[in-house]
């Protein structure tokens, strides 16, 4: 069992989180595409890497546009992922073997192929006309506003049948719901009580800042400080399409949901936003997401002052009792690996497995997975047609299981290319090397378990040097060191009380003999150390 508070610590506090992408985790039906039997089957890599719940993205009835994220019913599984049954079964086995299951729910839009889309474009006086979003042209004709979708271009699509235009924050596949009609409410809460009632642990809510816009319609002010390396959609500042008051309101609703579950399932928010506003996603007096997703380690520049400030605005922006987390990569994001290089890869492991806070580890970077180049003719996602900059296949590659076709992945070729060094880049390999990136992660991830200094521990920082980070993280006496050298070179540590033991380093060739007594740090190497408990003030 997971490190919890016997007291009254909630599982997702403890716990570690681990991001499944479905269509890359492992096929076992032979069409190159991952799905829920593959799942199962691979559980007992979770296990042994020591995770304690796993989210999938979507799996449900989908045409694939934006690869699920584009539902055609919210009840039903997609036959590309299985059945109902293989569902349950996985869910079954999943609880069996200690791990929570998190499905992913998309209440911002649905597939223009639902039967709710496809009814409300019917007519303009069809009942489900106003369960989306549909707006008059502007007098010259144009879209009723300069709003723009997320994957470049205008988000409003002009509908011939009946003369309006729909606003879709995606794709045009992807028709935004009015969240302002009480039955779009109503029937997505029920969505979410379907599969709580199936047992489900929790959800991670997509896109949440997009669910409501300006009721008055007003056009998005231009972004001054846009440039290239950003992606279409942020040529304007989105004040009135995204992050609109209204949100909260809805979120409150869902968490009104969850709440009424014997054992409260989890609700997480995806929100890309400043700290500040990431903040109200928590609602008034925590009446909102358990866990608003954090992104800022993917963003904030790779340097010990830089993460030490973020971890700092963050801690203290965060609401009384609310709960942090940390993400280093996900479906939508280049890899880690890719980002900051393997070794540093290392680093960033030991950085997420040990600052406060839920932590969640998208598949592939326990055992150090890169983006994979994706030759024109293999490109899949629609993003990538309209920003080939902003595509997000080479993050979304099949899982690197063995030395064997495909990467034990598949026995066809897969739907994306695999990595192709996935002979010697994969799982199987560094289960048997103590000196892998799996290793480690089982290693950090069996720490956290044992210590609830790392799991529920209070955080204070130590240093913040050009090359150096480390921090204390403390319960009761237990006291522990991380520190963390992101430079080439080696660095003193200059920490106050030095450290008693040596429990972990991020570098294989580490030699734990008299670190106590010259606490010095390879280049690019992370520790774990234990502190001497706090001295004893005798009155
Ligand atoms: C979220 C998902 C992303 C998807 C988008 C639209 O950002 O993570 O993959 O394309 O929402 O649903």
Same mark, same amino acid.
């Not at 709003?147 to 935004?176: M, N, R, V």
């Not at 450290?499 to 740090?521: M, N």
């Given at each position: 069992?997971?490190?919890?508070?016997?007291?009254?610590?909630?599982?997702?506090?403890?716990?570690?989180?681990?991001?499944? $992408?479905?269509?890359?985790?492992?096929?076992?039906?032979?069409?190159?595409?991952?799905?829920?039997?593959?799942?199962?089957?691979?559980?007992?890599?979770?296990?042994?890497?020591?995770?304690?719940?796993?989210?999938?993205?979507?799996?449900?009835?989908?045409?694939?546009?934006?690869?699920?994220?584009?539902?055609?019913?919210?009840?039903?599984?997609?036959?590309?992922?299985?059945?109902?049954?293989?569902?349950?079964?996985?869910?079954?086995?999943?609880?069996?073997?200690?791990?929570?299951?998190?499905?992913?729910?998309?209440?911002?839009?649905?597939?223009?192929?639902?039967?709710?889309?496809?009814?409300?474009?019917?007519?303009?006086?069809?009942?489900?006309?106003?369960?989306?979003?549909?707006?008059?042209?502007?007098?010259?004709?144009?879209?009723?506003?300069?709003?723009?979708?997320?994957?470049?271009?205008?988000?409003?699509?002009?509908?011939?049948?009946?003369?309006?235009? $729909? $606003?879709?924050?995606?794709?045009?596949?992807?028709?935004?719901?009015?969240?302002?009609?009480?039955?779009?409410?109503?029937?997505?809460?029920?969505?979410?009580?379907?599969?709580?009632?199936? &047992?489900?642990?929790?959800?991670?809510?997509?896109?949440?800042?997009?669910?409501?816009?300006?009721?008055?319609?007003?056009?998005?002010?231009?972004?001054?400080?846009?440039?290239?390396?950003?992606?279409?959609?942020?040529?304007?500042?989105?004040?009135?399409?995204?992050?609109?008051?209204?949100?909260?309101?809805?979120?409150?609703?869902?968490?009104?949901?969850?709440?009424?579950?014997?054992?409260?399932?989890?609700?997480?928010? !995806?929100?890309?936003?400043?700290? !500040?506003?990431?903040?109200?996603?928590?609602?008034?007096?925590?009446? &909102?997401?358990?866990?608003?997703?954090?992104?800022?380690?993917?963003?904030?520049?790779?340097?010990?002052?830089?993460?030490? @400030?973020?971890?700092?605005?963050?801690?203290?922006?965060?609401?009384?009792?609310?709960?942090?987390?940390?993400?280093?990569?996900?479906?939508?994001?280049?890899?880690?690996?890719?980002?900051?290089?393997?070794?540093?890869?290392?680093?960033?492991?030991?950085?997420?497995?040990?600052?406060?806070? =839920?932590?969640?580890?998208?598949?592939?970077?326990?055992?150090?997975? @890169?983006?994979?180049?994706?030759?024109?003719?293999?490109?899949?996602?629609?993003?990538?047609?309209?920003?080939?900059?902003?595509?997000?296949?080479?993050?979304? =590659?099949?899982?690197?299981?063995?030395?064997?076709?495909?990467?034990?992945?598949?026995?066809? !070729?897969?739907?994306?290319?695999?990595?192709?060094?996935?002979?010697?880049?994969?799982?199987?390999?560094?289960?048997?090397?103590?000196?892998?990136?799996?290793?480690?992660?089982?290693?950090?991830?069996?720490?956290?378990?044992?210590?609830?200094?790392?799991?529920?521990?209070?955080?204070?920082?130590?240093?913040?040097?050009?090359?150096?980070?480390?921090?204390?993280?403390?319960?009761?006496?237990?006291?522990?060191?991380?520190?963390?050298?992101?430079?080439?070179?080696?660095?003193?540590?200059?920490?106050?009380?030095?450290?008693?033991?040596?429990?972990?380093?991020?570098?294989?060739?580490?030699?734990?003999?008299?670190?106590?007594? @010259?606490?010095?740090?390879?280049?690019?190497?992370?520790?774990?150390?234990?502190?001497?408990?706090?001295?004893?003030?005798?009155?």
């Amino acid at each position: 069992m997971p490190y919890r508070d016997v007291h009254e610590t909630a599982w997702w506090r403890a716990d570690v989180l681990y991001q499944i $992408y479905p269509r890359s985790f492992q096929d076992t039906n032979g069409d190159g595409i991952g799905d829920l039997e593959g799942i199962r089957r691979r559980l007992d890599h979770l296990v042994s890497l020591g995770v304690d719940a796993v989210w999938i993205s979507p799996i449900f009835a989908s045409p694939m546009a934006d690869f699920g994220y584009d539902v055609s019913d919210y009840r039903a599984i997609d036959p590309i992922f299985g059945t109902m049954e293989d569902f349950d079964r996985l869910l079954d086995e999943a609880h069996r073997n200690g791990l929570k299951v998190i499905l992913d729910y998309v209440p911002n839009h649905t597939s223009d192929e639902h039967p709710w889309f496809i009814e409300s474009r019917a007519s303009r006086r069809n009942a489900k006309r106003d369960w989306y979003v549909w707006r008059d042209a502007r007098a010259d004709g144009g879209p009723p506003t300069n709003w723009q979708s997320e994957f470049g271009g205008s988000a409003w699509t002009f509908d011939d049948a009946t003369g309006q235009f $729909y $606003y879709h924050a995606y794709l045009s596949k992807q028709p935004d719901l009015n969240w302002r009609n009480p039955e779009v409410v109503a029937a997505m809460l029920d969505v979410l009580r379907f599969w709580f009632d199936r &047992g489900v642990d929790g959800f991670r809510v997509d896109a949440i800042h997009h669910l409501f816009e300006d009721e008055n319609l007003r056009d998005d002010p231009v972004n001054p400080e846009w440039h290239e390396g950003l992606p279409p959609a942020q040529r304007l500042l989105r004040s009135n399409s995204m992050d609109q008051p209204e949100v909260h309101g809805a979120i409150a609703l869902m968490r009104g949901v969850a709440t009424c579950y014997v054992n409260e399932r989890l609700l997480i928010g !995806e929100a890309y936003l400043p700290i !500040e506003r990431l903040m109200a996603y928590y609602g008034i007096e925590l009446s &909102g997401f358990h866990l608003p997703f954090n992104f800022h380690l993917i963003s904030t520049p790779w340097q010990p002052k830089c993460i030490a @400030a973020l971890v700092d605005d963050y801690e203290r922006a965060l609401p009384p009792g609310g709960w942090p987390n940390w993400v280093l990569g996900n479906h939508d994001r280049p890899r880690v690996v890719t980002r900051l290089g393997p070794r540093q890869a290392r680093i960033a492991a030991m950085l997420l497995l040990t600052l406060r806070g =839920t932590p969640t580890i998208y598949q592939g970077e326990e055992i150090g997975m @890169a983006d994979v180049p994706v030759p024109h003719n293999r490109i899949r996602d629609r993003f990538a047609f309209n920003a080939p900059a902003f595509g997000r296949d080479p993050e979304r =590659t099949p899982m690197q299981w063995d030395a064997s076709a495909y990467a034990g992945f598949s026995s066809v !070729e897969p739907w994306l290319p695999v990595a192709a060094d996935f002979r010697e880049h994969n799982m199987t390999i560094q289960s048997a090397d103590p000196s892998s990136m799996l290793s480690l992660y089982r290693s950090l991830i069996a720490m956290r378990r044992r210590e609830a200094a790392l799991a529920i521990g209070s955080y204070t920082l130590v240093q913040a040097s050009e090359h150096m980070l480390a921090y204390e993280r403390r319960h009761g006496e237990r006291r522990l060191l991380i520190a963390l050298n992101f430079g080439e070179r080696f660095e003193e540590l200059e920490s106050l009380s030095p450290p008693a033991k040596l429990l972990l380093s991020t570098d294989p060739e580490r030699q734990t003999d008299g670190f106590a007594h @010259a606490p010095r740090l390879n280049p690019q190497e992370g520790i774990v150390a234990e502190l001497a408990p706090p001295e004893v003030v005798v009155r």
